[in-house]
């Protein structure tokens, strides 16, 4: 028997809701901190291991840090997937699926490839392009002028390249749409996410967003959406947005039910639909931490086709990374047609609130799949 080992955050809902599940199904498991695993999984690993991987829980709330915090995660999960080559480990989620589905660019054309509808990449901002704080502070300070804008660059198989709000602009009439997305590459909770719309018959513009620009900290997440009007406020964000990395997205209007927006969240385990639930909002941006508003499915009243349609493309996208259990995907309806998009696909989505304090259905489920995979 393979010895199982989740490794997380220790006082996360996370980790709280697992070991309950674990109790329930009567699976003993071993718990690593991510601030000190590697010190005991060189003891731990002298024997065969079955290792469930959470995300780390970081503080910051500071934009410009999530790029690094991501670097240094990734390289974190590199080097597990190498400890399997080494030792005899198995994982719930391979860590290498984990960071495929991390490359937002490359799962969505991983998916595309597969024949399946995802929501469309417009551009992106080139890796590393972070500049520091003090750089930015120090031109603000000293009243440098920015260098040249360079030019868009574009190729077949890659979105263009985007590095501030003029070139999103340009990005935008090129090819002839008005609302978009622009979201971080790193990070969660939407921290950063920003849905952007541009009228070029009259120039106005508006822009909702989780972001506000500190005076020394640069942008920072307030987990509250926000709405802005202003041209030069927009401009601004939207500058200091693409410092990061980022993608942007066509914004596809999605479905509606009694006022609200609404997309779903799929959580997909062992080549099936295990949980699926609607995510409402009177603005653009769904997530559930932003005090929008959760809904059973069946109350939205979908036809069974449709239905039968978002689970095969779900269980079809997971399907396409042989390590992966467990993913949660996030699906639009687009509106009046209620043809299915998948917006994101995340290889630890399966923390939701209004399973864990019910059911627990994900996790109890993922107990029993890891007593399972305990086998020799």
């Known amino acids: 028997m393979r010895r199982a080992v989740l490794l997380g955050a220790a006082d996360s809902k996370r980790t709280q809701y697992l070991k309950r599940a674990a109790q329930q199904t009567g699976l003993s498991m071993t718990f690593l901190s991510w601030e000190n695993w590697q010190e005991t999984m060189g003891r731990l690993a002298q024997n065969p291991l079955l290792i469930k991987i959470d995300p780390p829980v970081w503080d910051s709330c500071i934009l410009c840090e999530l790029d690094s915090l991501s670097t240094d995660y990734k390289s974190q999960l590199n080097l597990l997937?190498?400890?399997?080559?080494?030792?005899?480990?198995?994982?719930?989620?391979?860590p290498s699926a984990i960071l495929s589905l991390l490359d937002k660019v490359q799962c969505k054309e991983t998916l595309r490839q597969a024949g399946l509808p995802v929501t469309e990449i417009l551009a992106r901002t080139p890796a590393g392009n972070l500049r520091t704080e003090t750089a930015l502070h120090g031109m603000a300070a000293s009243g440098m002028a920015e260098e040249p804008t360079p030019p868009l660059c574009h190729t077949s198989s890659?979105?263009?390249?985007?590095?501030?709000?003029?070139?999103?602009?340009?990005?935008?009439?090129?090819?002839?749409?008005?609302?978009?997305f622009v979201k971080p590459v790193n990070g969660s909770g939407a921290a950063g996410v920003s849905a952007f719309?541009?009228?070029?018959?009259?120039?106005?513009?508006?822009?909702?967003?989780?972001?506000?620009?500190?005076?020394?900290?640069?942008?920072?997440?307030?987990?509250?959406?926000?709405?802005?009007?202003?041209?030069?406020?927009?401009l601004s964000l939207l500058d200091q947005l693409l410092q990061t990395e980022c993608i942007i997205e066509r914004w596809h209007p999605k479905a509606d039910y009694q006022g609200y927006s609404y997309d779903l969240r799929v959580v997909v385990q062992d080549g099936r639909v295990d949980y699926l639930l609607a995510?409402?909002?009177?603005?653009?941006?769904?997530?559930?931490?932003l005090n929008n508003r959760p809904l059973d499915i069946g109350l939205l009243g979908l036809a069974s086709p449709v239905l039968e349609s978002v689970a095969e493309i779900s269980v079809k996208a997971a399907r396409q990374y042989p390590g992966l259990v467990s993913a949660g995907i996030d699906i639009l309806l687009e509106r009046g047609s209620l043809l299915p998009r998948i917006i994101e696909m995340n290889g630890q989505g399966d923390l939701i609130y209004q399973d864990i304090y019910h059911e627990n259905t994900i996790y109890r489920h993922q107990a029993e799949l890891i007593k399972r995979m305990e086998a020799p």
């Open 81 to 94: 997937a190498q400890m399997a080559d080494s030792h005899d480990i198995r994982f719930f989620n391979h």
């Open 158 to 180: 890659r979105p263009m390249m985007v590095e501030n709000a003029q070139q999103l602009l340009e990005i935008m009439r090129l090819h002839g749409i008005h609302q978009v």
């Open 197 to 234: 719309r541009h009228q070029t018959h009259t120039g106005r513009m508006a822009l909702y967003t989780c972001a506000v620009s500190h005076p020394s900290y640069g942008l920072v997440n307030t987990k509250r959406l926000r709405y802005f009007s202003r041209t030069d406020e927009i």
């Open 279 to 289: 995510r409402l909002s009177k603005g653009p941006i769904t997530n559930l931490h």
